[in-house]
């Protein structure tokens, strides 16, 4: 195994930090997420280690399960982008023709609009739930990954490999999954790392604008929302979610850089 | 003595390899070769892949490619030594005492500049001359080398010359700045025979007008033999043999030199055509997609079972586009391929499972011709459950057969491709081939990525499978000596005609054609003076002028 550099372990830290928060939420939690448990915006002391918001709910637990929302949904978004972006990019890639031009077209004009307008307008005609926030974003941000996976089987569809696996009468599923997706997965995988930032700097900006996830649930960008007034006072409340984004977004991106850096270096080649 | 330019005393290189899932460690990749050249001479390094020639003669610039690290020795240049000089005097000594000539001249120059200002860059850059005195020099090397029209051609982009002349204009940028040492990286290895000729005449008078030294890297024997003094013979990092040219062609001393001069042992004697081929092209003529001239015109040739039939010709001759049309991947505009006595559908789609099957392909690039990511046992064992519906057991039982037909032990089953040899690669490919039990199987240039000596071990290994196979070979080469070494026929291919066909003791007697016989003579003989003697008795220009 390669030693991992030490940005890429202070990443790897903190990612898991975040995560191991997420998934253990309800046990870790000191308190429930919208009891109300002591004064607006008291300061931070040792039954309160954050202080607490704008109405007197405990900011550690609002922090916790707000970052359960807020990871789970960016997640979901991941997932769902990179399944229908790649398949789609592939197959178009592979089978070319109408099919391939009529996709990408279609990408084209999805991205020639701005995402965060087109969110809001789907948003704000159709129930905001769950599962709506991660069909949106994921559908939205499959465009990009469409033109990633795109650009990267048509190199692999060229190859010899490839050549001989129709001369020898495969079907377009074996090419897609045998053949050109474990040779694609690298620059996927590193890929990935970064739409998830973009996905939770997605979730956060859409709750800040109060279309994303809807109160009493919150995630970060809700809670920046709810304690954004107490900045005016002086009061960090709304700093704590703004922190925390920005951390979890430059660990995971060392640890994107990292991944990316060691399926890409000319040395070991593809490992 | 006054006259030694190069003196390389126990060098030892060592590099930095990472094999898969272990840890990077450090070997010796060169252990302690010595040799001196004198002014004005050269001296031939020659070895396989892999027995550091490349590397010595970039060694002898002090310079190590990509984690190759100098261990130890002495490197004198002009009675410096240059391993422990500063990076500044380093500089001024790589490419104005010593220049570089690599292989593929197509790769090495920037295609945004024009060729002048690339070939007088280092002379300006180093101040030795004005632009427009170095510019003059250039032109005159350009004539020298034999450029057509030496006053303007460098006004013209990379791209806008052919293969032969960039690299000689790249042998231009490395006699421009006045150097004494040039080292050639295998200069003509990605030419076509004849052009390669041109070239190889051109850099020996260059190289004797100019009185530069030179360090010639090759592992074509027969080409060095042309134009060096000297000859070293390296293996595996290690000097087997070195001597005058003369010694050295004509009486090796090593078993591995007598190896080398004696290569192409594989003998065939010509079978007559049957009366059912298994395989007609009739009359093809084809184009490509959004083109509009034909890069094949009325092409005809058939194969008999159990037979090989060669199709020889440079680059752009079409015979790989033949193959292309044969096996259904570009639909000839007319014409028909005629299977086994059925006529096949013209375009992939169309073919049955049982028409792919019967007609399989090996490529030229082994190393892109299978998946990275599968085993040798996955990409040996997918023809057998795609044709076959083989599984388990019997699919294993195959399997291992066939490695054993190709050579190689039941251990290589799990291994992937980069854990093989180039040799090896192409063995596997041919495996895959074999599984489906295909009568004909197409080759495209099998062996011309390989060194010598492992591209005879194929030739062999393709003769016996023929043997026990009963398979028919098509057999794309640009290489005579191989098509005399395999074929039973032999269709020679020329701008998209053929232009000579029948068997092989009917296209290898004269009279010839003048192409054929620019080809048959452009084929390097080990022998001194054959240079001079070819370019002497030509008929004609070669397609690369």
């Known amino acids: 195994m390669m030693r991992i550099p030490p940005a890429a372990l202070i990443g790897l830290f903190f990612t898991g930090l975040y995560f191991f928060g997420a998934v253990f939420a309800q046990w870790i939690a000191p308190y429930s997420m919208t009891e109300i448990v002591g004064d607006v915006w008291e300061p931070s002391s040792a039954k309160h280690w954050l202080g607490t918001d704008n109405i007197g709910r405990d900011l550690l637990s609002r922090m916790i399960y707000g970052g359960q929302t807020t990871i789970f949904i960016a997640t979901a978004a991941t997932i769902l982008s990179f399944t229908t972006g790649s398949i789609l990019g592939f197959t178009a890639a592979v089978v070319g023709g109408w099919i391939d031009q009529a996709l990408s077209r279609f990408v084209d004009l999805i991205m020639s609009i701005p995402t965060l307008i087109f969110a809001l307008v789907v948003l704000s005609v159709m129930p905001v739930t769950l599962f709506m926030l991660i069909m949106v974003m994921g559908l939205l941000d499959s465009t990009r990954v469409y033109r990633l996976a795109r650009a990267v089987a048509v190199d692999i569809n060229v190859m010899d490999f490839v050549e001989a696996a129709k001369l020898r009468g495969e079907g377009n599923r074996w090419i897609i999954f045998r053949e050109i997706l474990p040779n694609a997965l690298s620059p996927l995988v590193a890929e990935m790392g970064l739409r998830f930032i973009f996905a939770v700097l997605f979730v956060s900006t859409l709750s800040f604008l109060g279309l994303g996830v809807q109160p009493p649930n919150a995630d970060w960008g809700g809670i920046v929302k709810e304690n954004k007034d107490g900045i005016v006072y002086g009061i960090p409340a709304a700093l704590v979610p703004a922190i925390a984004i920005a951390t979890l977004a430059i660990s995971v991106n060392l640890v994107a850089d990292w991944v990316l850096n060691r399926t890409t270096s000319l040395k070991g080649g593809r490992g | ?545």
Request: aromatic content about 6%; hydrophobic content about 40%; proline content about 5%.
């Open chain 2, 1 to 545: 003595m006054s006259d030694t330019l190069l003196k390389v005393k126990d060098l030892k290189i060592g590099a930095k390899i990472y094999p898969p899932g272990e840890k990077p460690k450090d070997i010796e990749i060169v252990h302690g070769v010595s040799f001196e050249l004198e002014k004005g001479k050269v001296l031939g390094l020659i070895g396989e892949s892999g027995a550091g020639k490349s590397t010595i003669g970039l060694a002898s610039m002090a310079y190590g490619r990509g984690g190759v690290e100098i261990t130890g020795g002495e490197v004198w240049v002009n009675g410096r030594e240059i391993l422990h000089t500063n990076l500044r005097d380093l500089r001024r000594l790589r490419g104005m005492e010593v220049t570089y000539v690599s292989q593929s001249a197509a790769a090495s120059f920037n295609p945004a500049k024009k060729i002048m200002e690339q070939v007088v860059e280092a002379s300006l850059h180093a101040g030795k001359f004005s632009k427009k005195a170095a510019e003059a020099r250039a032109r005159e090397l350009f004539a020298k080398l034999g450029l057509p029209d030496p006053d303007n051609i460098g006004e013209r982009y990379p791209h806008q010359v052919s293969g032969g002349q960039l690299q000689r204009c790249m042998t231009a940028l490395a006699l421009c700045p006045e150097p004494d040492l040039v080292v050639f990286d295998e200069p003509t290895t990605a030419l076509d025979v004849t052009t390669q000729i041109d070239v190889l005449m051109a850099i020996k008078e260059a190289i004797r007008d100019t009185g530069v030294a030179a360090l010639y890297i090759t592992h074509d024997l027969a080409v060095v033999a042309q134009v060096s003094d000297e000859i070293m013979v390296l293996k595996m990092g290690d000097m087997v043999e070195y001597g005058t040219t003369d010694q050295i062609i004509n009486h090796p001393q090593e078993e591995y030199t007598r190896d080398l001069v004696s290569v192409r042992s594989t003998q065939h004697d010509g079978k007559p055509p049957t009366d059912n081929p298994v395989l007609r092209v009739e009359n093809v003529t084809a184009r490509y997609k959004g083109t509009n001239f034909d890069v094949l015109h009325n092409v005809v040739m058939d194969l008999h079972p159990g037979q090989t039939l060669a199709v020889v010709g440079e680059s752009g001759s079409g015979k790989s586009t033949t193959a292309r049309v044969i096996t259904g991947l570009l639909p000839p505009r007319d014409g028909n391929i005629v299977f086994d006595g059925r006529e096949l559908s013209p375009d992939l789609e169309g073919r049955t499972r049982e028409d792919l099957r019967e007609l399989q392909m090996i490529y030229q690039m082994a190393d892109v011709a299978m998946n990275p990511r599968q085993t040798v046992g996955t990409i040996i064992g997918r023809p057998l459950e795609f044709y076959f519906g083989m599984r388990g057991a019997e699919k294993r039982k195959r399997i291992i057969e066939l490695l054993d037909e190709i050579e190689l032990g039941v251990e290589f089953m799990d291994r992937y491709p980069a854990e093989l040899s180039g040799g090896q690669k192409q063995r596997v490919c041919i495996a895959r081939a074999l599984a489906a039990k295909p009568k004909v199987i197409i080759c495209d240039e099998v062996t011309s990525a390989l060194d010598p000596l492992v591209a005879d071990g194929i030739l062999k290994l393709l003769e016996n499978l023929q043997k026990i196979e009963d398979v028919a070979y098509l057999f794309i080469t640009h290489d005579l000596a191989t098509v005399k070494a395999i074929a039973d026929s032999i269709a020679v291919m020329y701008q998209g005609k053929v232009v000579r066909y029948g068997t092989k003791a009917e296209v290898l007697s004269p009279p010839f054609d003048d192409y054929t016989d620019l080809l048959l003579s452009s084929v390097p003989e080990m022998r001194l003076g054959w240079l001079e003697e070819v370019i002497e008795n030509r008929k004609m220009e070669s397609a690369g002028n």
